[in-house]
């Protein structure tokens, strides 16, 4: 599998585009902002868009949904959780002076379920917290772990819809009893691995 990360908007979230190498099919997660980049990106690696699928739907993470899947003509995932999230993106982006096209969902992807790139699939683990609605999507040695987990931090639990005691059990039961060497793919900073967060992240002291 090839990860190609985009750094996107104002607020620096990731986006990843996720591919099998063999067959060239392709998964647009977390199209935070910055269309014409991600679009170039996926351009540059000759991938082939099936689908968008979001981690969680804060308006950061959402903000080039539309214009993504307005240039591939592909369906947008999200958990059924973070609709009401969703609804509430544009609204949310314009009180931080970031106009967004609201965007639509096309299909629920739930806890157990995976979703499809060529010959291989990801896993999703439901994982709320930072969002009612928050997914991880795993792969063979990797985890895309959205605003859960990150290099030395955790998502934040200070918003509307977040939990504490959410996130942390997300993280222990979902996210921790992963491989250590699993690489995880965060919403926002660099890549680090479950056994480097397991050791050294200070959020996941007594765990």
Known sequence: M????????????????????????????????????????????????????????HFDHVGAVEAVRRAYGIPFYIH???????????ESAARFGM????????????????VPVGAHSLAVRFTPGHCPGHVILVGDGFALAGDVLFAGSVGRTDLPGTSWTELANSIQNQVLTLPDDTVVYPGHGPHTTIG????????????
């Open 196 to 207: 480097r967060e397991r050791l050294t992240n200070p959020f996941l002291q007594g765990l």
């Open 2 to 57: 090839q990860i190609e990360l985009i750094v996107t908007g104002p607020i620096q979230e990731n986006c990843y585009i996720v591919m099998d190498e063999a067959t060239h099919a392709a998964i647009i997660v977390d199209p935070g902002d910055d269309a014409p980049e991600i679009i170039a990106a996926v351009s540059r690696m000759g991938a082939q868009p099936t689908a968008i699928v979001n981690t969680h739907c």
């Open 80 to 90: 059924p959780k973070d609709q009401a999230m969703l609804e509430r993106a544009s």
């Open 99 to 114: 106009p967004m096209e609201q965007p639509r969902v096309d299909r629920f992807i739930r806890e157990g379920e995976t």
